[in-house]
């Protein structure tokens, strides 16, 4: 769910250098700490949840304007290493396809990888107190929480707010040009235009919210539910790899 779909050119500079700064320094310290014989033992792996990555993010749902991000996921399966450079790769990977900029590479890892670090630990820490589907579900909510906030509060600053609306309709153009008092108009107006069912305004926005939600921790705790009975070893076995 959590992911800027805003092309080149709408993020300052400052912005979109500094998530790429940041991203590849996380990327450094983690890769500094790998155990070696373990990460290519996950490889195959990795692959695996990288691709259904890209398939997820790359379908919207249909009954809602959002997509699957499956991070949390990721980070349960890969840890907290190998699942934030799977967030990068899979993003870059979008970028290409225009699903968001090239320059907001950095960023979207730096909100996903925050989706893919608070699953990893807060899953590893319920499971052992609560009922595996209860953690897992918990886990998602909680993480992807986090990463819609960093994600709203990075492009309200950077962007606007009427640029954080599920898959709104704006003009990039005029709102670059235009500067502010268009964002702010933009906003309120794309609010008041925004229906799902019967709802309109901010009630709609917060159901499309809740039901994305709700459906991205549902389909998370039948994966891990599943492979906890197909491959326990894939959620009980788990090595932090990437944290020391």
């Known amino acids: 769910m959590s992911h800027i779909h805003l092309p080149d050119g709408i993020i300052p500079v400052s912005w979109w250098l500094t998530g790429y700064v940041v991203t590849f320094i996380v990327m450094a310290v983690l890769l500094k700490k790998f155990d070696t014989d373990s990460m290519r033992k996950k490889v195959p792996l990795t692959g695996v949840v990288a691709a259904t990555m890209l398939i997820a993010m790359s379908i919207p749902l249909g009954i809602i304007p ?21 967030v990068f790769v899979v993003n870059f990977i979008l970028a290409l396809f225009g699903h968001g900029g090239i320059t907001v590479v950095g960023l979207n890892t730096l909100v996903m990888g ?15 107190r609560i009922n595996l589907p209860r953690a897992t579900f918990t886990t998602t909510v909680a993480a992807v929480l986090v990463s819609l906030s960093l994600m709203v509060g990075i492009v309200g600053v950077t962007a606007g707010l009427s640029e954080t609306l599920p898959h709104h309709d704006c003009d990039h153009t005029k709102h670059v040009e235009v500067g502010h008092s268009h964002g702010h108009e933009c906003f309120s107006e794309k609010v008041s235009d925004m229906h799902f069912i019967a709802f309109t305004g901010w009630t709609a926005i917060l159901v499309i919210l809740a039901t994305g939600l709700v459906l991205e921790a549902t389909v998370v705790t039948f994966a891990v539910s599943y492979l906890a009975k197909a491959r326990p070893d894939l959620i009980f076995d788990h090595k932090e790899e990437g944290v020391g």
Do not use: M
Not at 114 to 128: A, H, M, P, R
């Open 66 to 86: 959002l997509h699957f991000s499956l991070a949390v996921l990721c980070g349960i399966l890969l840890g907290p290493g190998l699942g934030f450079i799977t």
């Open 114 to 128: 925050s989706e893919v670090l608070v699953g990893f630990y807060i899953f590893n820490f319920l499971k052992e």
